[in-house]
Structure formats: C-alpha cells, structure tokens
C-alpha cells in the first residue's frame, strides 16, 4: 500500500490534491467541502472512525479514520491513487487562539472557495482562510447547542447551521450576528442540511425524528415533510429502529435526492419537484451490508460505499425510471480494487455503533413518575401504622375483647 500522501500515477484533479491536504485543518473532524463532501458518518467520539465518499469531477475519494483515498473513475485517467493521512498533518501550537479548541462536527467550503466553515460541538463556527491555509482560524458565529452540520448558501450570502435542539439557523455571512431566519419543526436534532445548488432558494434537512423536509429557508417556511419510516417495509429487521440520515446526496441534472442512513441497509431515493415544492419518493434500494455513504457523480450515477471488502463500492444507473445495479465495468473493478488493497483504513468502521444514538433527547414519563411515587409514599404510610398499631396477645385488642364479654355474662 502506497505511504500516506504518496502518489500512484497522475491524480486526475491536481485541484483535488490540494483540497484533500486543505481537509487536515481540522483532522479529527468530518472532511467535507460543498461540491464534494468527504463526510458522513457517526460523530461525536465515532467520529474518527466513520467512513466517507465524495465525488469531484471524475475523482473519487474514500474516506476512512483520518486516512483519504482519491481515485479516478474515468477509464483515460489511467490507474490513479493518491492516499493522504490527515494525522501526519502539522499540529498548530496551542498557544494560538484562533483555532477550533473543541472537536469538529462540520466542514465546507465556502461558494467562493476562499475560506473553509468549521462548525465545533461547543457550538461555533470558525473560518480559516484557503489562501492562507497555516493562519489561525476567527470564530464567526455561536450556537447554545451542538453544531451537527453547517452549509454555505450558492450566492455566499448566507450561512446556515443545523444544531441538537432541533434548529436550523439561517443568518447573514457578512453579520453572523444577524439572523434572517430559523427552520423549525424537527422534533429531534437536525443531522443533515443541504442547500439545493439549481434552486438556491430551497433547503433539504434530515433528523432524528426521521423525516426529510424541504424549506424555504430566507422565510423559515417548511414546504413539505416526509416522514421515512412510512416508506419502509414493516418486516425489516431495523424498521422499528430510530436512526437518522448521515447523508443527503443530490444529482441536478435530475434534481434527484439520495439519503443514507446511519448505519442501515438502505437508500432513500427522491424527485424534488421544484415548481410544486415537493418530494416524491421514488425508490428504495436495499442492501446485504450497512452502506456508510453515497454519493451522484454527475452524469454518472449514485455509487454506494458499503461495509463489504468483497464488493466495497457499488454504482447504480437509471434504467426506465428505476435505479439499477450497473453491470461490472473496467472502472468498477479497478476503483473497488483500490479500497480492497487499502481496506486496513475501514475497518475501524465496522461494527460501530450508531454516532446519533446519544444525540437523541431523554423521554421522561412525568404522569407515570408521579403515580409511581404516591403508590410508595401510600404503601410507606400503610407500614407505618401497621408498626404503630398494637400486637395482639394479652395487652393487645384480644385481651380487651375477652375482658368485655365476660362482663357481659355476669351482668346477665
């Protein structure tokens, strides 16, 4: 296996290159950037161990622990590899106080692509330049509640966060300070956002509480809710699981939306219909294996990234409507070859535990509470007196009622 930031061949991006070594800003966190997002995944104290996909262009990137893995898709680019591991990147001293000093939840690009949003889960967000990538970072805006996911609006106007108590923030990139808007209605942490780039108006969101819903997000107005448990079949071994969406995915020339779930066998496959503001579910894929991400390649098709050495990426095509699994291809084989030889960076992932599962609010019956602890402070009293009452025997209730009729009988 080529050593950590060897080259094998040409990359066929040498932009790529330099975005990946740009993900080691933060190297315990989720590398993800607008246009190709290296995140996904379980967060929080999973986060190292998550598992991520990304497309750019025809680069692939595979992401496992802080290890990225980029490849090309297309059959003129030759057998290209380039591997980077983001915990040999150089440490920032501690003294300098710009950086993110708790650990990192989110990461994108701006429009732009001149600075870097990092979102932390005290609940900030930092920016770093990208033309100056070894200066410290500025804190940017602030959150009460643990930042899950950060987006950058196409126009760069805006900036929206996602955090545990169910918000999605909408404020100004300029005045972080002043908000334009909040997107409520999630009853449980909001996982995912995404700006729709074709409809830079309209906003996706996942949560806990399993639905997907879609905003407009300059007025807060939820347009449409999907709730995803509907559209499963009750006999799934998981189907009365919670679980949340670690993924949203979109294909423009379709305006397809792809969802995967945090450690389930499954993709949610969705038509935005932008005119009548609305989702219509169209499929659902099921796997053998739990999928660890998805991504669209424009033109291509959506590839899956599932937890199986043997047959570690799958890509899917469109054919009469419906997602099918593409027939084995020259390409296929030479890009699952890359990450079978470099399956050691993955497997820290199997067999994790879901990273949202501590994120889930704490349900506190206070009816049941209540009847619970008057039946104990009655059955408590109950005791008492049965302790204070007098035993019977020859002082007690026997003795007095003996005592009684025997005056009885004298008297008559």
Not at 117 to 120: T, Y
Not at 302 to 311: H, S, Y
């Given at each position: 296996m080529p050593a950590a930031g060897s080259?094998?061949?040409?990359?066929?991006?040498?932009?790529?290159?330099?975005?990946?070594?740009?993900?080691?800003?933060?190297?315990?966190?989720?590398?993800?950037?607008?246009?190709?997002?290296?995140?996904?995944?379980?967060?929080?104290?999973?986060?190292?161990?998550?598992?991520?996909?990304?497309?750019?262009g025809h680069a692939l990137v595979v992401r496992g622990g802080s290890r990225l893995l980029a490849t090309s898709t297309s059959s003129s680019d030759g057998d290209s590899l380039f591997i980077y591991d983001c915990s040999a990147a150089e440490k920032k001293s501690q003294e300098n106080k710009g950086t993110v000093v708790r650990r990192c939840t989110a990461l994108t690009f701006t429009a732009s692509e001149e600075k870097i949003?990092?979102?932390?889960k005290s609940g900030d967000v930092y920016s770093f330049s990208v033309l100056e990538p070894h200066g410290g970072g500025r804190l940017e805006l602030g959150h009460l509640s643990m930042l899950l996911d950060v987006a950058v609006s196409p126009d760069d106007r805006f900036v929206l966060t996602a955090d545990r108590d169910e918000k999605i923030r909408v404020s100004w990139a300029a005045a972080p300070h002043s908000i334009e808007s909040f997107c409520l209605g999630h009853t449980e942490f909001v996982s995912r956002i995404f700006v729709v780039p074709n409809h830079p108006e309209l906003l996706l969101s996942s949560s806990g509480d399993c639905t997907l819903r879609l905003w407009e997000y300059r007025s807060g107005r939820e347009l449409h809710c999907c709730p995803l448990t509907s559209l499963q079949e009750p006999t799934e071994p998981w189907s009365d699981k919670r679980f949340a969406v670690s993924r949203i995915t979109y294909w423009s020339q379709e305006d397809c939306v792809a969802l995967s779930?945090?450690?389930?066998?499954?993709?949610?496959?969705?038509?935005?219909?932008?005119?009548?503001?609305?989702?219509?579910?169209?499929?659902?894929?099921t796997f053998q294996h739990r999928v660890w991400d998805a991504a669209f390649e424009e033109g291509h098709g959506?590839?899956?990234?599932?937890?199986?050495?043997?047959?570690p990426l799958v890509l899917y095509r469109p054919v009469g409507g419906q997602w099918q699994s593409a027939p084995e291809s020259a390409e296929l084989r030479r890009v699952c070859a890359h990450v079978r030889v470099n399956w050691a960076m993955l497997e820290g992932c199997a067999g994790v535990d879901s990273g949202f599962s501590s994120l889930y609010k704490a349900t506190c019956d206070n009816m049941t509470t209540y009847l619970k602890k008057k039946e104990e402070r009655l059955q408590q009293q109950l005791e008492k007196k049965r302790r204070q009452a007098p035993p019977p025997g020859p002082n007690g209730p026997t003795k007095k009622?003996?005592?009684?009729?025997?005056?009885?009988?004298?008297?008559?």
């Open positions: 080259r094998a061949g040409a990359i066929p991006d040498d932009v790529t290159s330099r975005r990946l070594r740009l993900t080691s800003l933060s190297s315990a966190g989720r590398k993800r950037r607008r246009t190709a997002h290296v995140g996904g995944g379980a967060l929080g104290g999973h986060m190292a161990s998550s598992a991520g996909l990304a497309l750019c949003l990092v979102a932390d779930c945090d450690g389930l066998p499954v993709v949610y496959i969705f038509q935005l219909d932008a005119a009548q503001r609305q989702l219509v579910p169209r499929q659902l894929l959506l590839w899956v990234l599932q937890d199986c050495r043997e047959d009622m003996r005592a009684g009729e025997l005056a009885q009988g004298c008297s008559s």
